[in-house]
C-alpha cells in the first residue's frame, strides 16, 4: 500500500507528537485556522505471535481533514488480500491491519501512515514470529505404531544455548577436533592437528570423509551452497575474522553464533562487539578489539545446521624482536624475523588485506625452539611492496617492503628459474639413484635411473649390454622410470643410443633418448589431468654441450667424470620445449539430457590433437562433436546419456590432458503431471483425497510426503505406495481441519525436487461470531449485528437462519433467512418492555452451522445518546460562523437523528437553540444569525429515537468579525539581561503596512537549543507586552530566539537574532570579593578546617585547589557553587599544615589567593631548668627542649621570675628561639623562682619550674678603715658577651634577635643591615636593657634577606658582631 501524500509537499517541518515514538511532518509552512496535521491518539503496538496464528495491529488517529490510514512493511508489500485485511472499526474509532495465518517471513517492522493534506504521521510496530515446531521422527523405527498426523502438534522452540560437545576421553580424539575438521578445508588439516598434538591424521580421513558427508546432509536442508570457509584469524585492523560463502534455500533463515556453545547475540553494526558483513554471498563474522575473554570455540549454525566451526586462541604472548623495514631490488628474496617471548608452533604472516601461506611467493619458517619466525619473500616484484604484518595472538608486528626497480630482473629470474628446475631435477634423480644402490637394487633397475639422469643432461649413456636402455640394437634393458608418472619403465636400446623406455607407475611414464645422447623425458603426474616438463626431463638438445659426436670420444673417461658428478648441473641456455597446455581438462558434471563440454587451450594454433574415452579414439561418428578454434579444442556432446560417463584424454604432439565426465541424473517430474498435481484437491468431509505423481531419475530415490510442513508417516488413516516411477498418497475420512498443503519431496544423489498440491475439505460452517453488537433497540424494533463465521467451510455462507425466544418462555420461534452478505438483522415486531434472546445459524452448501445465541435484548427502553464532541471552529466572518462537531460514541442503542446547536455570548448564561426548523442531520452547521464584534460560545447535542442526550462541552469563544491577516515582524528585537538560567527580551511592535500585514494583539516567544531543530514556545497564551523573561534555562548553554507577532488571523513571521544567546550573565573577571579573608589560619589538631572563599566571575569559572603547589589530597573536600567554594578538611592531623592556594579561573582571567594553615597543638612543657650565676647579680637559665620543637618551626620560649618580697609572677623573657637566657637585677639576699613555658599559636604549655636560686647576703660587723683613696680606672672598651647568632625563621614568622654587650662607660649600639643602619627604622622594634640588646622584625620576608650587623662604640673604642638571616619558605 502507498504510504506518500497524493501531491509533494513544498515543505516538510518535523513536529513534536503527543505520542512518543510518532515522527509528523507538516507540508504547509501556516496551518489554516481550524486545519490540524495527522497524530496517533494511540499508535500500533509491537506483537509477537506464533507461527499459524492471527496477528493485529491497532491504531486510533486524529487530524482535521479526517486523515487517510495506509499500512507498509519494511521488507516486502502488504498488497495481497488473502494475507493482509484491514478495516476500520466505527465503533471503537480503530484502523486495524489483520495479518491471518502469519508465516516466518512475515516477521518484519510494519509501519502505519496518518495522512492529509497538511501532512502525515507515521508510527512503527515490530511483528516478532515463534518458530511453530520441529518435525517428529517416525516411531515405526522404534517399534512403536504410527500415529495420525492430525495429531503432530506443533511446539515452540527458542534456543539460547546450543548442545555441548562431550568432553575428551583418555586416549581418544579430542571432538573439537573433529569438529573443526569437518568445517576445514583440506589445506588446513596438517595445521589443525598440529595444535591439538596430532602428527599423524591419515587415518582419520575414512571417518572424517563419513562425518563430512553427514554434515552436508544436514546443511543441505538449509544451505543450497557453502564454499570458501576461512578459520578465524587476527587481522591487520585489530579485528578476529572468520568467512564463508553461502547461499541459503530461505533467505530469512535464522544465523546463530554461539561461543563455547552460548549464543552470542550480533548486530550488522562494524563498531558492535559482535558483528556480522553480509555481501552477496560472503558473510564475514568480526569480533572488534579480541581481548583474552573472547578466546573460545565459536560455531555459526543456520537454524540448527552447523555450518562453521573455528577455535580462537589468545596466547600470552609478546614480541621480544619485531620484524623491521626491509629494502631489496627486483628478482631479490626479502626476510622479514621476529622472535617472541613464548613458543608457538605457527603465527599469521598477512599483507593489508589478506594473509600469507607457505608456498612458492612464500617461505615461512620456524626455528626448533617455536621463538623465531621467519617469512621469507622470494624472487621480489614491484607489486610486493607495501606493508607486510606478523601477528601473534592478539599481538601484531608491522614492516614495509621496498623493492627497486631492475631493467634486467626478468631476464635474470627467467634464467635462474630454469637452472633452479634442473638443479632440483638433477638432485631428485640422484638422490633416487643413491637410494637405490644403498638398498642393493638389481643392475635393471640402478641402469634406469643413470639412464634418466643421463637423459637429463643430455646423455643418450654407453648402452652397454642393453641394460642402460641406451645400447645397441640386442640390448634389452629394464629401468624405473621415476618423475611425476612413478612406474615401471621398459627401453629397446637400437643403434646409436637411440631408445624408447616405456614406465607403467600410478599413471603414465615415459622416457626417450634419441640421436646423439638427445633425451626426452614425459611423465603424466598422479592427477593424471597434464602432460608436460615434469617427467624425467627434457633433452632434446645437450643443455652442457651443443650435442655434436664429440661426446661419443673417450666413454670410458667419459662415464668417469659423469659418475663423479653429484652437484646440480646449470645448463647455460634452455632451448624451446615445444608445443604446451596453457589449460588443461577439467571434471565436468552434467545431467542425463542436458549438453556437456570438455575444452582445453595449446600454446600452438596448428597444433592437431586427438580425443580418447577410456582409452579408445572418438570422432564425429561416435555421437560427439570435435571442435577446433585456433589453439582451444573442445569435446561437446549434446544429449548426455549414462553410458557417457567416462574418462576423456586429449592427447597433442606427445602432451595429453586428462578429466572426468560424470553424468548426473536428478530426479524429475513431467510437466504436464505436475501441473495435475498443483491443482487442488476438494473433497466433502468424511471423504477420501488421493494424490498421485509420476517421477523418474536415478536410483535410489528418497521419497517424502509432508504436510503443512510436518513429515508424513503410514497410518489408520495415511496410505502412502511407493515404486520405481511412482508414488501415491492418499488420506482417507478427511475432516475441515485436515485442509492444507500437501508436499511431496523426491531426492536422491544427484539433487532435491519438490512437487506442491493442496488440500481443501468442504463441511459445514462454524457458528457465527460474538458478540452481538446492538445497533438500535427502540420502542417498536431492535436491531443488531455479528461477524461471520470464523470458518465458512471452504464454501461461502449463503443465508443466516434467525429464531426468538421471548424471555420467560419456552417456545423458540423461527423469524426466517436472510442473505449471507449482511450479517445483521432488524426484528420489528416487538413488544415495548419485552426482553427478547435470539439464535443465529449460518448455511452454506454443505450444511447448517450450530447456533450463536444472543444474550437477552430489551425493547422499548429509553436510551439517550452521549455527548458529541466540542464544535469546532472551521471558518468565521462577521456574519456567519461555521461550526463542525463529531458524532457520540454512546448512540443509546439506536441511530442518531440529528443535533441539536445552541449558542450564547461571552458572559451570559443563556443558551438560545440555533436550529429553530428541526434538527440538523449533518455534523456540520452555518450560523447566520450573529451580530458583528460580538463574542459567542456554542455547544451540540446529539439525538435518537428516544430524544436529545447530553450536550457537548462547550467549544472556545469565537467572535463574529471578518479574517484578520497576520501581523508583520517584531522590530527592536534586544536582549536586556541574563543570567545561568533565565533571560530578558524586549522588542517594538511591528510597523504594520495597510492592507498587507494586521495588527499585533499578542507575542509568543520561542527557543531552540543549538543541538536541536525543533522550536519550544516559552508562552502558552499570546501575551500582550513587548518584554518577556524567559525562565528554566540551562547554565551556560546556547539557544537561538525568536519573537512572533500573533492576532486572530494567524502568527506573522518570526523575528530572530542574528547570533544565538549563551545562558549566562555578562562576562567578569574572577574577583574575590571578601576583603576581610585571612591569610593565616590555626587550627587544633582533630578539629575541622573549613576555608570560605566567595568570589565574583561570569561566565562559571573553573576553580582549582593547591596545597604547597601539588593538587590537595584525597580526604580534603571541596564544594563549589556560582559564588564561591569552599575547602573543608573534617578532622584536620599536622600534615594538613602548608598553603592552600585557590585558582578560580575563566575566559576572561584568573585570579589566586593564597591561605596558610597551620594544624598544630597545645605544646608539651620544656625539659628541666638548671640555673647557673656567671656573673654576680644574673642568673642564666638553661633547659631541654620541649619535644614538639622539631615539628613546630614556630615554637619559642618565654620565662618569668617570681621573688620573695613581690610574690607576683613577672615576665623577663619572651620570643626566646634558643635554650639559654641570663635574667638580669638579681639582688643578693632574696629567693627567685623561674618557670620556662613552651609557646606556639596555641598558646602556654605547663610550665618546667627551676629550683629556687638564692644569693645569700654576707654580714660582717661593720668597720671603717680609712685608707689611702687611690684613683681606680674603670673604663673598660665595648665587647660582647653573647655576639648575634644566625637566624633562619620561616617566612612570615616573627623574629628575635639578641646580644649581650659591656664596656665603661656604655657604649653606643648600632643595628646596621647590608651596613644600613636601622636605629631610627620604624618597621624594626629595637631594645637596650643593661646590656642585653635585642631587635624583633615583624613577619619576615624575603625582603628582610641580608647581613644584619650591631656595632658597639665608646671613647675607648668599638666592636662589632653579624650574622646572616635567610628565610625559609
Same mark, same amino acid.
Given at each position: 500500500?502507498?504510504?506518500?501524500?497524493?501531491?509533494?509537499?513544498?515543505?516538510?517541518?518535523?513536529?513534536?507528537?503527543?505520542?512518543?515514538?510518532?515522527?509528523?511532518?507538516?507540508?504547509?509552512?501556516?496551518?489554516?485556522?481550524?486545519?490540524?496535521?495527522?497524530?496517533?491518539?494511540?499508535?500500533?503496538?509491537?506483537?509477537?505471535?506464533?507461527?499459524?496464528?492471527?496477528?493485529?495491529?491497532?491504531?486510533?488517529?486524529?487530524?482535521?481533514?479526517?486523515?487517510?490510514?495506509?499500512?507498509?512493511?519494511?521488507?516486502?508489500?502488504?498488497?495481497?488480500?488473502?494475507?493482509?485485511?484491514?478495516?476500520?472499526?466505527?465503533?471503537?474509532?480503530?484502523?486495524?491491519?489483520?495479518?491471518?495465518?502469519?508465516?516466518?517471513?512475515?516477521?518484519?517492522?510494519?509501519?502505519?501512515?496518518?495522512?492529509?493534506?497538511?501532512?502525515?504521521?507515521?508510527?512503527?510496530?515490530?511483528?516478532?514470529?515463534?518458530?511453530?515446531?520441529?518435525?517428529?521422527?517416525?516411531?515405526?523405527?522404534?517399534?512403536?505404531?504410527?500415529?495420525?498426523?492430525?495429531?503432530?502438534?506443533?511446539?515452540?522452540?527458542?534456543?539460547?544455548?546450543?548442545?555441548?560437545?562431550?568432553?575428551?576421553?583418555?586416549?581418544?580424539?579430542?571432538?573439537?577436533?573433529?569438529?573443526?575438521?569437518?568445517?576445514?578445508?583440506?589445506?588446513?588439516?596438517?595445521?589443525?592437528?598440529?595444535?591439538? /598434538?596430532?602428527?599423524?591424521?591419515?587415518?582419520?580421513?575414512?571417518?572424517?570423509?563419513?562425518?563430512?558427508?553427514?554434515?552436508?546432509?544436514?546443511?543441505?536442508?538449509?544451505?543450497?551452497?557453502?564454499?570458501?570457509?576461512?578459520?578465524?584469524?587476527?587481522?591487520?585492523?585489530?579485528?578476529?575474522?572468520?568467512?564463508?560463502?553461502? &547461499?541459503?534455500?530461505?533467505?530469512?533463515?535464522?544465523?546463530?553464533?554461539?561461543?563455547?556453545?552460548?549464543?552470542?547475540?550480533?548486530?550488522?553494526?562494524?563498531?558492535?562487539?559482535?558483528?556480522?558483513?553480509?555481501?552477496?554471498?560472503?558473510?564475514?563474522?568480526?569480533?572488534?578489539?579480541?581481548?583474552?575473554?573472547?578466546?573460545?570455540?565459536?560455531?555459526?549454525?543456520?537454524?540448527?545446521?552447523?555450518?562453521?566451526?573455528?577455535?580462537?586462541?589468545?596466547?600470552?604472548?609478546?614480541?621480544?624482536?619485531?620484524?623491521?623495514? #626491509?629494502?631489496?631490488?627486483?628478482?631479490?628474496?626479502?626476510?622479514?624475523?621476529?622472535?617472541?617471548?613464548?613458543?608457538?608452533?605457527?603465527?599469521?604472516?598477512?599483507?593489508?588485506?589478506?594473509?600469507?601461506?607457505?608456498?612458492?611467493?612464500?617461505?615461512?619458517?620456524?626455528?626448533?625452539?617455536?621463538?623465531?619466525?621467519?617469512?621469507?619473500?622470494?624472487?621480489?616484484?614491484?607489486?610486493?611492496?607495501?606493508?607486510?604484518?606478523?601477528?601473534?595472538?592478539?599481538?601484531?608486528?608491522?614492516?614495509?617492503?621496498?623493492?627497486?626497480?631492475?631493467?634486467?630482473?626478468?631476464?635474470?629470474?627467467?634464467?635462474?628459474?630454469?637452472?633452479?628446475?634442473?638443479?632440483?631435477?638433477?638432485?631428485?634423480?640422484?638422490?633416487?639413484?643413491?637410494?637405490?644402490?644403498?638398498?642393493?637394487?638389481?643392475?635393471?633397475?640402478?641402469?634406469?635411473?643413470?639412464?634418466?639422469?643421463?637423459?637429463?643432461?643430455?646423455?643418450?649413456?654407453?648402452?652397454?649390454?642393453?641394460?642402460?636402455?641406451?645400447?645397441?640394437?640386442?640390448?634389452?634393458?629394464?629401468?624405473?622410470?621415476?618423475?611425476?608418472?612413478?612406474?615401471?619403465?621398459?627401453?629397446?636400446?637400437?643403434?646409436?643410443?637411440?631408445?624408447?623406455?616405456?614406465?607403467?607407475?600410478?599413471?603414465?611414464?615415459?622416457?626417450?633418448?634419441?640421436?646423439?645422447?638427445?633425451?626426452?623425458?614425459?611423465?603424466?603426474?598422479?592427477?593424471?589431468?597434464?602432460?608436460?616438463?615434469?617427467?624425467?626431463?627434457?633433452?632434446?638438445?645437450?643443455?652442457?654441450?651443443?650435442?655434436?659426436?664429440?661426446?661419443?670420444?673417450?666413454?670410458?673417461?667419459?662415464?668417469k667424470k659423469k659418475r663423479s658428478r653429484t652437484g646440480p648441473l646449470v645448463p647455460d641456455t634452455a632451448k624451446d620445449r615445444g608445443v604446451q597446455f596453457v589449460s588443461g581438462l577439467s571434471d565436468t558434471d552434467a545431467n542425463v539430457g542436458q549438453r556437456a563440454e570438455l575444452s582445453c587451450k595449446l600454446s600452438s594454433d596448428t597444433s592437431e590433437g586427438r580425443w580418447f574415452k577410456n582409452g579408445k579414439l572418438l570422432t564425429n561418428k561416435d555421437g560427439v562433436t570435435v571442435i577446433k578454434d585456433g589453439a582451444c579444442h573442445s569435446l561437446i556432446i549434446d544429449c548426455c546419456k549414462e553410458d557417457d560417463a567416462a574418462v576423456y584424454r586429449f592427447e597433442a604432439e606427445g602432451?595429453?590432458?586428462?578429466? &572426468?565426465?560424470?553424468?548426473?541424473?536428478?530426479?524429475?517430474?513431467?510437466?504436464?503431471?505436475?501441473?495435475?498435481?498443483?491443482?487442488?484437491?476438494?473433497?466433502?468431509?468424511?471423504?477420501?483425497?488421493?494424490?498421485?505423481?509420476?517421477?523418474?531419475?536415478?536410483?535410489?530415490?528418497?521419497?517424502?510426503?509432508?504436510?503443512?510442513?510436518?513429515?508424513?508417516?503410514?497410518?489408520?488413516?495415511?496410505?502412502?505406495?511407493?515404486?520405481?516411477?511412482?508414488?501415491?498418497?492418499?488420506?482417507?475420512?478427511?475432516?475441515?481441519?485436515?485442509?492444507?498443503?500437501?508436499?511431496?519431496?523426491?531426492?536422491?544423489?544427484?539433487?532435491?525436487?519438490?512437487?506442491?498440491?493442496?488440500?481443501?475439505?468442504?463441511?459445514?460452517?462454524?457458528?457465527?461470531?460474538?458478540?452481538?453488537?446492538?445497533?438500535?433497540?427502540? #420502542?417498536?424494533?431492535?436491531?443488531?449485528?455479528?461477524?461471520?463465521?470464523?470458518?465458512?467451510?471452504?464454501?461461502?455462507?449463503?443465508?443466516?437462519?434467525?429464531?426468538?425466544?421471548?424471555?420467560?418462555?419456552?417456545?423458540?420461534?423461527?423469524? /426466517?433467512?436472510?442473505?449471507?452478505?449482511?450479517?445483521?438483522?432488524?426484528?420489528?415486531?416487538?413488544?415495548?418492555?419485552?426482553?427478547?434472546?435470539?439464535?443465529?445459524?449460518?448455511?452454506?452448501?454443505?450444511?447448517?452451522?450450530?447456533?450463536?445465541?444472543?444474550?437477552?435484548?430489551?425493547?422499548?427502553?429509553?436510551?439517550?445518546?452521549?455527548?458529541?464532541?466540542?464544535?469546532?471552529?472551521?471558518?468565521?466572518?462577521?456574519?456567519?460562523?461555521?461550526?463542525?462537531?463529531?458524532?457520540?460514541?454512546?448512540?443509546?442503542?439506536?441511530?442518531?437523528?440529528?443535533?441539536?446547536?445552541?449558542?450564547?455570548?461571552?458572559?451570559?448564561?443563556?443558551?438560545?437553540?440555533?436550529?429553530?426548523?428541526?434538527?440538523?442531520?449533518?455534523?456540520?452547521?452555518?450560523?447566520?444569525?450573529?451580530?458583528?464584534?460580538?463574542?459567542?460560545?456554542?455547544?451540540?447535542?446529539?439525538?435518537?429515537?428516544?430524544?436529545?442526550?447530553?450536550?457537548?462541552?462547550?467549544?472556545?469563544?469565537?467572535?463574529?468579525?471578518?479574517?484578520?491577516?497576520?501581523?508583520?515582524?517584531?522590530?527592536?528585537?534586544?536582549?536586556?539581561?541574563?543570567?545561568?538560567?533565565?533571560?530578558?527580551?524586549?522588542?517594538?511592535?511591528?510597523?504594520?503596512?495597510?492592507?498587507?500585514? /494586521?495588527?499585533?494583539?499578542?507575542?509568543?516567544?520561542?527557543?531552540?537549543?543549538?543541538?536541536?531543530?525543533?522550536?519550544?514556545?516559552?508562552?502558552?497564551?499570546?501575551?500582550?507586552?513587548?518584554?518577556?523573561?524567559?525562565? /528554566?534555562?540551562?547554565?551556560?548553554?546556547?539557544?537561538?530566539?525568536?519573537?512572533?507577532?500573533?492576532?486572530?488571523?494567524?502568527?506573522?513571521?518570526?523575528?530572530?537574532?542574528?547570533?544565538?544567546?549563551?545562558?549566562?550573565?555578562?562576562?567578569?573577571?574572577?574577583?574575590?570579593?571578601?576583603?576581610?579573608?585571612?591569610?593565616?589560619?590555626?587550627?587544633?589538631?582533630?578539629?575541622?578546617?573549613?576555608?570560605?572563599?566567595?568570589?565574583?566571575?561570569?561566565?562559571?569559572?573553573?576553580?582549582?585547589?593547591?596545597?604547597?603547589?601539588?593538587?590537595?589530597?584525597?580526604?580534603?573536600?571541596?564544594?563549589?557553587?556560582?559564588?564561591?567554594?569552599?575547602?573543608?578538611?573534617?578532622?584536620?592531623?599536622?600534615?594538613?599544615?602548608?598553603?592552600?592556594?585557590?585558582?578560580?579561573?575563566?575566559?576572561?582571567?584568573?585570579?589566586?589567593?593564597?591561605?596558610?594553615?597551620?594544624?598544630?597543638?597545645?605544646?608539651?612543657?620544656?625539659?628541666?631548668?638548671?640555673?647557673?650565676?656567671?656573673?654576680?647579680?644574673?642568673?642564666?637559665?638553661?633547659?631541654?627542649?620541649?619535644?614538639?620543637?622539631?615539628?613546630?618551626?614556630?615554637?619559642?620560649?618565654?620565662?618569668?621570675?617570681?621573688?620573695?618580697?613581690?610574690?607576683?609572677?613577672?615576665?623577663?623573657?619572651?620570643?626566646?628561639?634558643?635554650?639559654?637566657?641570663?635574667?638580669?637585677?638579681?639582688?643578693?639576699?632574696?629567693?627567685?623562682?623561674?618557670?620556662?613555658?613552651?609557646?606556639?599559636?596555641?598558646?602556654?604549655?605547663?610550665?618546667?619550674?627551676?629550683?629556687?636560686?638564692?644569693?645569700?647576703?654576707?654580714?660582717?660587723?661593720?668597720?671603717?678603715?680609712?685608707?689611702?683613696?687611690?684613683?681606680?680606672?674603670?673604663?673598660?672598651?665595648?665587647?660582647?658577651?653573647?655576639?648575634?647568632?644566625?637566624?633562619?625563621?620561616?617566612?612570615?614568622?616573627?623574629?628575635?634577635?639578641?646580644?649581650?654587650?659591656?664596656?665603661?662607660?656604655?657604649?653606643? #649600639?648600632?643595628?646596621?643591615?647590608?651596613?644600613?643602619?636601622?636605629?631610627?627604622?620604624?618597621?624594626?622594634?629595637?631594645?637596650?636593657?643593661?646590656?642585653?640588646?635585642?631587635?624583633?622584625?615583624?613577619?619576615?620576608?624575603?625582603?628582610?634577606?641580608?647581613?644584619?650587623?650591631?656595632?658597639?662604640?665608646?671613647?675607648?673604642?668599638?666592636?662589632?658582631?653579624?650574622?646572616?638571616?635567610?628565610?625559609?619558605?
Amino acid at each position: 500500500m502507498s504510504s506518500v501524500a497524493n501531491k509533494d509537499p513544498k515543505v516538510a517541518i518535523k513536529k513534536r507528537s503527543r505520542v512518543p515514538g510518532v515522527i509528523i511532518t507538516q507540508y504547509v509552512e501556516q496551518l489554516p485556522p481550524g486545519k490540524s496535521t495527522p497524530d496517533f491518539t494511540r499508535k500500533p503496538m509491537a506483537t509477537t505471535v506464533q507461527e499459524g496464528k492471527k496477528a493485529f495491529f491497532k491504531a486510533v488517529v486524529n487530524g482535521e481533514p479526517t486523515p487517510t490510514v495506509t499500512w507498509a512493511r519494511n521488507n516486502g508489500n502488504v498488497e495481497d488480500p488473502e494475507k493482509y485485511k484491514t478495516r476500520f472499526d466505527e465503533r471503537a474509532r480503530e484502523h486495524v491491519l489483520e495479518i491471518a495465518n502469519v508465516k516466518l517471513d512475515q516477521a518484519d517492522t510494519y509501519k502505519c501512515f496518518a495522512t492529509n493534506e497538511y501532512g502525515q504521521a507515521v508510527s512503527t510496530a515490530t511483528l516478532k514470529v515463534l518458530e511453530g515446531g520441529l518435525k517428529k521422527k517416525s516411531k515405526e523405527a522404534n517399534g512403536q505404531p504410527p500415529q495420525d498426523f492430525r495429531a503432530m502438534l506443533k511446539k515452540t522452540v527458542i534456543v539460547s544455548r546450543k548442545r555441548q560437545l562431550p568432553p575428551k576421553k583418555e586416549g581418544e580424539i579430542d571432538p573439537k577436533l573433529w569438529e573443526l575438521l569437518i568445517s576445514a578445508p583440506k589445506k588446513d588439516y596438517e595445521k589443525i592437528c598440529f595444535d591439538f /598434538g596430532v602428527t599423524d591424521f591419515r587415518w582419520m580421513l575414512k571417518r572424517l570423509n563419513q562425518m563430512k558427508k553427514e554434515r552436508e546432509d544436514e546443511q543441505a536442508k538449509v544451505v543450497e551452497n557453502l564454499s570458501n570457509v576461512k578459520q578465524i584469524e587476527v587481522t591487520p585492523h585489530g579485528r578476529a575474522e572468520f568467512s564463508m560463502d553461502m &547461499t541459503l534455500w530461505d533467505p530469512n533463515s535464522t544465523i546463530n553464533l554461539y561461543k563455547d556453545g552460548i549464543l552470542v547475540p550480533y548486530t550488522n553494526d562494524p563498531n558492535s562487539k559482535h558483528s556480522l558483513k553480509k555481501t552477496a554471498t560472503k558473510y564475514v563474522f568480526s569480533i572488534k578489539d579480541p581481548g583474552p575473554e573472547d578466546a573460545g570455540f565459536y560455531q555459526v549454525d543456520v537454524e540448527e545446521a552447523n555450518v562453521l566451526t573455528t577455535d580462537f586462541s589468545v596466547p600470552a604472548v609478546e614480541f621480544t624482536s619485531k620484524i623491521k623495514d #626491509v629494502k631489496t631490488s627486483e628478482c631479490e628474496d626479502a626476510v622479514f624475523q621476529c622472535v617472541l617471548s613464548t613458543p608457538l608452533n605457527r603465527i599469521t604472516w598477512s599483507k593489508q588485506d589478506s594473509s600469507l601461506d607457505d608456498e612458492d611467493k612464500y617461505e615461512i619458517t620456524v626455528s626448533e625452539d617455536k621463538l623465531t619466525h621467519t617469512l621469507r619473500v622470494k624472487d621480489c616484484e614491484v607489486a610486493d611492496n607495501g606493508a607486510y604484518y606478523a601477528i601473534a595472538g592478539i599481538t601484531s608486528s608491522k614492516a614495509s617492503l621496498t623493492v627497486k626497480a631492475d631493467p634486467n630482473a626478468r631476464k635474470r629470474r627467467k634464467a635462474t628459474k630454469t637452472e633452479d628446475d634442473l638443479a632440483k631435477k638433477q638432485a631428485k634423480l640422484q638422490k633416487e639413484k643413491d637410494d637405490l644402490e644403498a638398498d642393493g637394487e638389481g643392475q635393471t633397475e640402478k641402469g634406469a635411473a643413470d639412464a634418466a639422469a643421463k637423459a637429463l643432461v643430455g646423455d643418450g649413456g654407453d648402452g652397454k649390454d642393453g641394460k642402460d636402455g641406451f645400447g645397441d640394437d640386442s640390448g634389452d634393458g629394464k629401468g624405473d622410470g621415476k618423475g611425476d608418472g612413478k612406474g615401471d619403465g621398459k627401453g629397446d636400446g637400437k643403434d646409436d643410443g637411440k631408445g624408447d623406455g616405456k614406465g607403467d607407475g600410478k599413471d603414465d611414464g615415459k622416457g626417450d633418448g634419441k640421436d646423439d645422447g638427445k633425451g626426452d623425458g614425459k611423465g603424466d603426474g598422479t592427477d593424471g589431468k597434464t602432460d608436460g616438463d615434469k617427467g624425467e626431463g627434457d633433452g632434446k638438445k645437450n643443455l652442457l654441450t651443443d650435442g655434436d659426436d664429440e661426446n661419443k670420444k673417450d666413454d670410458a673417461a667419459d662415464k668417469k667424470k659423469k659418475r663423479s658428478r653429484t652437484g646440480p648441473l646449470v645448463p647455460d641456455t634452455a632451448k624451446d620445449r615445444g608445443v604446451q597446455f596453457v589449460s588443461g581438462l577439467s571434471d565436468t558434471d552434467a545431467n542425463v539430457g542436458q549438453r556437456a563440454e570438455l575444452s582445453c587451450k595449446l600454446s600452438s594454433d596448428t597444433s592437431e590433437g586427438r580425443w580418447f574415452k577410456n582409452g579408445k579414439l572418438l570422432t564425429n561418428k561416435d555421437g560427439v562433436t570435435v571442435i577446433k578454434d585456433g589453439a582451444c579444442h573442445s569435446l561437446i556432446i549434446d544429449c548426455c546419456k549414462e553410458d557417457d560417463a567416462a574418462v576423456y584424454r586429449f592427447e597433442a604432439e606427445g602432451r595429453k590432458s586428462e578429466a &572426468t565426465l560424470n553424468i548426473q541424473d536428478p530426479p524429475k517430474i513431467d510437466a504436464d503431471a505436475l501441473g495435475k498435481f498443483t491443482k487442488p484437491v476438494i473433497v466433502k468431509a468424511g471423504e477420501n483425497a488421493e494424490w498421485k505423481l509420476p517421477f523418474s531419475g536415478g536410483a535410489p530415490m528418497n521419497i517424502q510426503w509432508n504436510k503443512d510442513d510436518d513429515e508424513l508417516f503410514p497410518a489408520a488413516n495415511v496410505k502412502i505406495d511407493t515404486s520405481d516411477t511412482e508414488s501415491k498418497l492418499r488420506l482417507t475420512k478427511c475432516q475441515r481441519k485436515d485442509s492444507g498443503e500437501v508436499k511431496i519431496k523426491l531426492k536422491n544423489e544427484f539433487g532435491t525436487t519438490e512437487a506442491i498440491s493442496k488440500l481443501i475439505v468442504l463441511d459445514k460452517p462454524t457458528p457465527p461470531q460474538g458478540p452481538v453488537d446492538i445497533m438500535e433497540s427502540a #420502542v417498536t424494533s431492535v436491531e443488531f449485528k455479528w461477524k461471520p463465521p470464523k470458518d465458512s467451510g471452504g464454501c461461502p455462507v449463503t443465508n443466516y437462519m434467525i429464531e426468538r425466544q421471548q424471555v420467560g418462555r419456552n417456545k423458540w420461534t423461527k423469524l /426466517g433467512e436472510i442473505p449471507g452478505s449482511n450479517p445483521s438483522y432488524k426484528d420489528s415486531d416487538v413488544d415495548p418492555g419485552r426482553r427478547y434472546s435470539y439464535r443465529i445459524r449460518a448455511r452454506n452448501a454443505e450444511g447448517i452451522s450450530d447456533y450463536l445465541q444472543t444474550e437477552d435484548i430489551s425493547a422499548g427502553v429509553l436510551r439517550y445518546p452521549g455527548a458529541p464532541s466540542s464544535p469546532k471552529v472551521v471558518s468565521a466572518f462577521k456574519d456567519c460562523i461555521t461550526l463542525a462537531w463529531s458524532s457520540p460514541c454512546d448512540t443509546g442503542g439506536t441511530k442518531i437523528v440529528g443535533y441539536n446547536l445552541e449558542k450564547k455570548k461571552k458572559g451570559t448564561n443563556y443558551w438560545s437553540l440555533v436550529n429553530h426548523e428541526g434538527p440538523i442531520t449533518g455534523t456540520k452547521c452555518a450560523v447566520k444569525d450573529v451580530i458583528e464584534g460580538a463574542a459567542y460560545e456554542f455547544r451540540v447535542s446529539a439525538i435518537n429515537l428516544s430524544g436529545a442526550g447530553d450536550p457537548s462541552m462547550p467549544c472556545d469563544t469565537v467572535i463574529a468579525r471578518d479574517p484578520m491577516k497576520p501581523p508583520g515582524k517584531v522590530t527592536d528585537l534586544k536582549l536586556t539581561s541574563s543570567d545561568y538560567t533565565s533571560f530578558s527580551l524586549a522588542w517594538s511592535k511591528p510597523k504594520g503596512m495597510k492592507g498587507e500585514e /494586521g495588527e499585533a494583539q499578542g507575542y509568543y516567544v520561542e527557543i531552540r537549543p543549538i543541538e536541536n531543530l525543533e522550536w519550544t514556545r516559552c508562552n502558552s497564551t499570546p501575551i500582550t507586552r513587548t518584554s518577556h523573561t524567559v525562565l /528554566g534555562l540551562k547554565a551556560m548553554a546556547t539557544y537561538w530566539v525568536r519573537v512572533i507577532a500573533t492576532n486572530y488571523g494567524g502568527d506573522g513571521e518570526p523575528q530572530a537574532f542574528d547570533k544565538y544567546i549563551i545562558a549566562m550573565p555578562p562576562p567578569v573577571r574572577p574577583k574575590f570579593k571578601d576583603h576581610n579573608m585571612k591569610t593565616f589560619v590555626v587550627v587544633r589538631s582533630g578539629n575541622t578546617v573549613r576555608l570560605n572563599i566567595i568570589f565574583e566571575a561570569c561566565p562559571l569559572p573553573e576553580i582549582t585547589w593547591l596545597k604547597d603547589g601539588v593538587p590537595v589530597p584525597k580526604h580534603v573536600t571541596i564544594t563549589n557553587s556560582d559564588k564561591g567554594s569552599q575547602m573543608l578538611i573534617p578532622t584536620s592531623e599536622r600534615s594538613d599544615t602548608g598553603i592552600y592556594t585557590i585558582t578560580v579561573k575563566n575566559i576572561v582571567g584568573q585570579e589566586s589567593f593564597n591561605v596558610e594553615v597551620r594544624v598544630t597543638d597545645d605544646p608539651k612543657p620544656p625539659g628541666p631548668v638548671e640555673l647557673d650565676e656567671n656573673i654576680p647579680g644574673t642568673v642564666t637559665l638553661s633547659w631541654a627542649s620541649s619535644p614538639d620543637e622539631k615539628r613546630d618551626d614556630r615554637l619559642h620560649y618565654m620565662i618569668s621570675k617570681r621573688d620573695a618580697v613581690k610574690r607576683t609572677w613577672r615576665t623577663v623573657g619572651d620570643n626566646l628561639f634558643n635554650n639559654k637566657f641570663t635574667v638580669v637585677n638579681i639582688l643578693p639576699g632574696r629567693e627567685y623562682n623561674f618557670r620556662v613555658f613552651a609557646k606556639n599559636d596555641m598558646g602556654l604549655s605547663p610550665p618546667s619550674v627551676s629550683p629556687p636560686f638564692e644569693t645569700k647576703k654576707q654580714r660582717e660587723k661593720f668597720k671603717l678603715n680609712t685608707r689611702e683613696r687611690k684613683p681606680l680606672d674603670l673604663e673598660s672598651p665595648p665587647s660582647f658577651i653573647v655576639r648575634l647568632k644566625r637566624r633562619t625563621p620561616p617566612e612570615g614568622y616573627d623574629c628575635y634577635m639578641t646580644c649581650a654587650v659591656k664596656g665603661n662607660p656604655a657604649p653606643r #649600639v648600632t643595628w646596621y643591615r647590608n651596613n644600613i643602619s636601622l636605629n631610627v627604622n620604624a618597621n624594626y622594634y629595637i631594645t637596650n636593657v643593661c646590656g642585653v640588646c635585642s631587635m624583633l622584625i615583624l613577619k619576615v620576608g624575603p625582603k628582610d634577606i641580608g647581613e644584619y650587623k650591631v656595632m658597639l662604640e665608646n671613647k675607648l673604642g668599638t666592636s662589632e658582631s653579624s650574622m646572616m638571616l635567610n628565610v625559609r619558605e
